[in-house]
C-alpha cells in the first residue's frame, strides 16, 4: 500500500487485546531457542517482516521448526552454516543480535538487510566484536551492511559503552556466552533488559548489578524457552496517544508487557496529564498486564533521562506534544538520527508541514503545542514516522505515504484503525 487518507475521530472507548506482540521479544525468542538443549514453545510470535525474517534465519543455521500458525517449536543441534546470504529485511535489532550470535560459530555467514537497513550503522557491535577476536568486515570498514562474519574463538572482555543501547548489550552478552572466561559490560544508563531477563530464564549465569552486567560463559546449553509473547508496548503506545489527545476517550490495552524499561513514554504521557492505570496479570519472564489510559488536557513536558527507555515511541509522543499547552522539549536523544530514518529530521519535517512550530537540534527539537492542520507526509520508509502521523490525522485528518515499512512491526494496525475512525487506504 502506499498512501493513507485519515479522519478525524469523535471520542471513543475501546478495549484491545489485538495489539501486535512484542517486536523485541519475538526477535529474541527464535535467536536464543539456538542455545537451548531441547525443543523452545513460542506462543504469540510477531508474524511480521522483520521477525519473520528471523525466524527464517534460524531455519538457515538448521533449526528445525514447527509453525502451526498458533505456537512455534524451535529445537537446535547447534549453529550450522548457510549456502544462504542472511537477510535482516529492515530489522538492527536482527543483524546486530545475529552479528554478536554467530560471531563465535563455525563457519562463513553474510547478513544483509534493505536498502535503509544497509544505511544504518553497524560499527557500534562490529567494532568491539573484532576487538575481541571477531573476524568481521562489511562495507565502510565494517560499519555497513552486508556483513561478513566468520567464526572465531572470542576473548573474555570488560567493556564500557559509550551508548545506551539494548542492541549493543544484547549483541555483546550473546558473544560473552562463548568467550572464554568471565566478561562485564558496562552502560551509561539503563537500557531495555529483555536479554538478561530471558537468558537468565533459560539458566544462563548473568549477574546485573545496576549498569553492570557481568556474564559467565555457558558450560552447557540452556534450558529450552516456553514463552506466550506479550503485547508490544510500543505498538500498543500509538493507541494511548490515540486516547489522549481525543476528548472524552478511553482505551485499555491488554496483555501489554510491563517491564519498567518498556513503558517510559507511558510514564511521560502520565506527566504530560493523560490518566493512566496499570494492572498486572502474570510474570515469568516479564511482568505482564492491561494499561488504561483516559483522556485529559495534556500540558508540555522536557524529556531527557532515560532516552533509550523510550527510543522508539518519540515520534508519536512528539504528536501528544504538538497537542499539549505548552513547550515540550527533547533532548540526548541523538540515536533517533541513526534509526530507520533521521526521526529527528523526519518528527520535525512533519510537524512543520502540519502548521506547529518546530525547532530542531542536533540532539532533539522543541515542540511549541498548537493545533495541527490536516497535511501531506511521506514516512520515508519509517513505520514509527508513518503511525505517528497517522494517528496525528486522529485530531485533524491527514494523508500519509509509503506505507508498506508498517507491515514490519504492526501488521494489524490499521484494522485497529478503523474501530476509531474512517481509513481510507490506497494502493
Not at 529445537?75 to 554478536?100: A, H, P, Q, Y
Not at 551509561?188 to 536479554?195: A, G, V
Not at 532533539?364 to 495541527?372: Q, R, S
Amino acid at each position: 500500500m502506499s498512501r493513507v487518507v485519515v479522519s478525524s475521530s469523535n471520542s471513543f472507548s475501546l478495549k484491545i487485546s489485538e495489539i501486535a506482540p512484542d517486536k523485541s521479544i519475538s526477535h529474541r525468542s527464535v535467536m536464543f531457542a539456538m542455545l537451548a538443549d531441547g525443543t523452545s514453545v513460542i506462543e504469540n510470535f510477531l508474524r511480521a517482516e522483520d521477525t519473520l525474517n528471523s525466524l527464517a534465519i534460524v531455519k538457515n543455521l538448521g533449526a528445525t521448526v514447527v509453525d502451526d500458525g498458533k505456537i512455534i517449536k524451535i529445537s537446535s543441534e547447534g549453529i550450522k552454516e548457510s549456502s544462504e546470504v542472511l537477510d535482516c529485511g529492515n530489522s538492527g535489532t536482527g543483524m546486530r543480535l545475529f552479528c554478536g550470535l554467530l560471531s563465535s560459530a563455525d563457519g562463513h555467514f553474510v547478513l544483509t538487510g534493505d536498502k535503509y537497513l544497509r544505511s544504518r550503522p553497524m560499527k557500534r557491535v562490529t567494532l568491539p566484536l573484532k576487538n575481541i577476536g571477531a573476524k568481521l568486515d562489511g562495507r565502510a570498514d565494517g560499519d555497513l551492511a552486508p556483513i561478513s562474519i566468520r567464526g572465531a574463538s572470542l576473548k573474555a572482555f570488560n567493556y564500557e559503552s559509550k551508548i545506551a543501547s539494548a542492541q549493543v548489550k544484547s549483541c555483546m552478552i550473546l558473544a560473552a556466552l562463548r568467550a572464554d572466561g568471565v566478561c562485564t559490560y558496562i552502560e551509561p544508563e539503563l537500557s531495555r533488559d529483555h536479554t538478561e531477563r530471558m537468558l537468565k530464564g533459560m539458566g544462563a549465569d548473568i549477574a546485573v548489578d545496576g549498569l553492570k552486567s557481568t556474564i559467565t560463559p555457558m558450560k552447557k546449553l540452556l534450558s529450552p524457552l516456553n514463552i506466550r509473547v506479550p503485547a508490544d508496548p510500543s505498538s500498543a503506545f500509538f493507541f494511548a496517544v490515540a486516547a489522549a489527545i481525543t476528548p472524552n476517550s478511553d482505551i485499555t490495552l491488554e496483555g501489554v508487557t510491563l517491564n519498567p524499561t518498556r513503558i517510559e513514554a507511558f510514564k511521560a504521557l502520565e506527566k504530560m496529564g493523560a490518566n493512566i492505570n496499570y494492572e498486572i496479570t502474570d510474570n515469568k519472564y516479564e511482568p505482564i498486564g492491561n494499561i488504561q489510559i483516559k483522556y485529559a488536557p495534556l500540558k508540555a513536558i522536557t524529556v531527557e533521562d532515560n532516552i533509550s527507555w523510550l527510543i522508539d515511541e518519540l515520534p508519536v509522543l512528539s504528536i501528544a506534544m504538538a497537542c499539549a499547552e505548552g513547550e515540550s522539549i527533547v533532548k540526548n536523544a541523538e540515536e533517533l538520527r541513526v534509526k530507520e530514518s533521521d526521526r529527528i529530521s523526519t518528527v520535525v519535517e512533519g510537524l512543520r508541514s502540519c502548521s506547529i512550530e518546530v525547532h530542531e537540534y542536533k540532539d532533539g527539537y522543541k515542540i511549541v503545542g498548537g493545533e495541527l492542520q490536516k497535511s501531506l507526509v511521506d514516512s520515508d520508509g519509517d513505520h514509527r514516522i508513518a503511525m505517528s502521523f497517522i494517528i496525528a490525522g486522529l485530531k485533524c485528518g491527514m494523508e500519509v505515504t509509503d506505507l508498506d515499512c508498517i507491515n514490519t512491526s504492526f501488521p494489524n494496525f490499521f484494522e485497529l484503525l478503523q474501530k476509531i475512525t474512517k481509513v481510507d487506504l490506497q494502493r
